[in-house]
Structure formats: C-alpha cells, structure tokens
C-alpha cells in the first residue's frame, strides 16, 4: 500500500471537477451566443464522471499491489450536448433572425449553472483536504526516520 | 525474538498498512462524490484488526472490500456522504499519527539502548 497513490486518487478528482468547472464557465459565457462555427446556436454541454480503476505505470507496481484493486480513480469520461431545443426570442432586427423575425438562443439557465459551479468548488475543496491529510500522513510516516 | 522484530513492531506495521489502505478508499469515495451510480465502500478495519490482535490470522492484512449499508442515495445512484468522508478522513489520519507515535517511542528506546544510556 502506498500512500502516494492515495495522492493520485484525490487529483484525479481534482482534474475532473476543474474540467466540470471549465465546461460549466464555458456554458455561462455562452448563453447569448447565437452563431458558432457549425451554424445555429451555442449548445450547452455536461460532463460525464465515471469511476476508474487506478492505473499501474509498470509490471512490478501492479504484483505489488495486487489483491488492493478498488481504488478508483474519478475521470471525466464524456462531453455530451444537451438536445433541449433553443429558445426562440422574437427580434426582428437581429443579424441572426429567421424569416419569422426569431432568433434561436442557447437553452441555458444561468442559474442552474451557477449551482453546478459551485458544486464543482465544494467538490474541489472536499478533494484538496483530502490531500492535506494524506499529506499530513506521509510526513508523519517521515518522522521515524528522524 | 530479536530486539528489531518484537510483536509489538509488527503489529503495529500491520496496523499502519490497515489504515493507510482504508485511507485509500476513504480518498477514492471523496474523488467519486459527484460520480452517477457509485457506491461508498469500506473495510472492515476494526474486524481484521481485531482478528490480527488476537492471532488467529497470522497472514498480512488482506483488504476485504465491501459497500457500506444503510447511506441515502441520491437520484443519480450515488450515496456518498461527505460528512461520513471527511469524518473519516480526518479519523483516520490521528489513528494512523498516533500509530506512528508509538513506533517513534519504541525506536527511541532501542536507540537508548544502543548508546548505553548516553544522551
């Protein structure tokens, strides 16, 4: 068992929830776009965690811990578009507007998304005491030496 | 019985891999607090230790994984708790310090052995 490894844990979580956090800033910026490069307003986008088992760099590393494989990495495992379809505002002057005089906007709630960030934050901070602790752990382990 | 390899010493390494492996899971179900459909799992720490102590099982600690009863799940299947985690979290830690503790005094007393007394 290695305590390090316990490390690796708590950072895969901490890059998940950074990228969570990137995406949902992105939807933020986003709610009032109206033309992207493939046409047709900006799509909201979700991450998608899934529970990974921890990787082993080498062959000797993995007999070593062999029999303690349930520790699980966090990974972001897919970026999916959300299908709920645009919100149609009439404004006739817009550069953007069909025939009809509507333009298509991006069916972000900003709200929503401010929740979803802050559950990002929390779930970071959770992550990065994790790591304190371990820490905390590994330096205590270092004193016998002393 | 040699002075480097009494009970005590490697009851207490036993000890400080239970612990540092429990700490594993604890990080593994805090890293998947936001993850659709997992499940918090935990050892039964306290039994094995128990079964170490008395001597009945004299093999090294064998992880025994299992999911932990009786949590609320949430909508998206996943029931960690963060207060449960970070409970434990910080549990863990002084159970692995104080282990720790007692290594260091019992080296120190060899240490005064092996100087004859002299600080």
């Given amino acids: 068992m290695n305590l390090f490894r316990v490390m690796e844990i708590s950072g895969s979580a901490l890059l ?3 990228m969570r956090a990137e995406v949902v800033s992105a939807n933020l910026a986003n709610a009032e776009t109206t033309r992207v490069d493939g046409g047709g307003p900006f799509q909201r986008m979700h991450v998608v965690f899934g529970a990974r088992p921890v990787a082993h760099p080498s062959f000797g590393m993995s007999l070593a811990s062999f029999g303690d494989l349930h520790a699980e990495n966090v990974r972001v495992v897919g970026l999916v578009g959300d299908e709920t379809p645009p919100i149609q505002r009439f404004e006739p002057g817009h550069p953007d507007a069909d ?4 333009v298509s906007y991006p069916a ?7 929740i979803n960030l802050m559950g990002a934050a929390r779930g970071y901070e959770m992550n990065a005491s994790a790591i304190t602790s ?9 004193t016998i030496l002393g | 019985m040699s002075f480097l390899n009494t009970t005590q010493l490697v009851l207490l390494e036993r000890y400080l891999d239970g612990t540092s492996m429990r700490q594993t899971l604890v990080a593994t179900n805090v890293a998947n607090v936001d993850t659709p459909g997992y499940q918090t799992r935990d050892t039964d720490f306290r039994g094995q230790l128990q079964r170490a102590l008395s001597g009945d099982d004299n ?3 064998v992880p025994f994984v299992m999911p932990v009863r009786g949590l609320i799940s949430r909508p998206d299947g996943n029931n960690v708790s963060v207060d449960r985690e970070s409970l434990l979290l910080a549990e863990i830690q002084l159970q692995y310090k104080a282990a720790i503790s007692i290594l260091r005094a019992k080296f120190a007393l060899l240490s005064t052995a092996i100087k004859e007394g002299q600080p």
Avoid: H
């Fill in chain 1, 16 to 18: 998940a929830e950074r």
């Fill in chain 1, 108 to 114: 972000i709630n900003p709200a929503e998304e401010m």
């Fill in chain 2, 59 to 61: 093999d090294v600690l």
């Fill in chain 1, 134 to 142: 371990i820490k905390n752990m590994i330096q205590s382990a270092i």
């Fill in chain 1, 99 to 102: 025939t009809q005089g509507y």
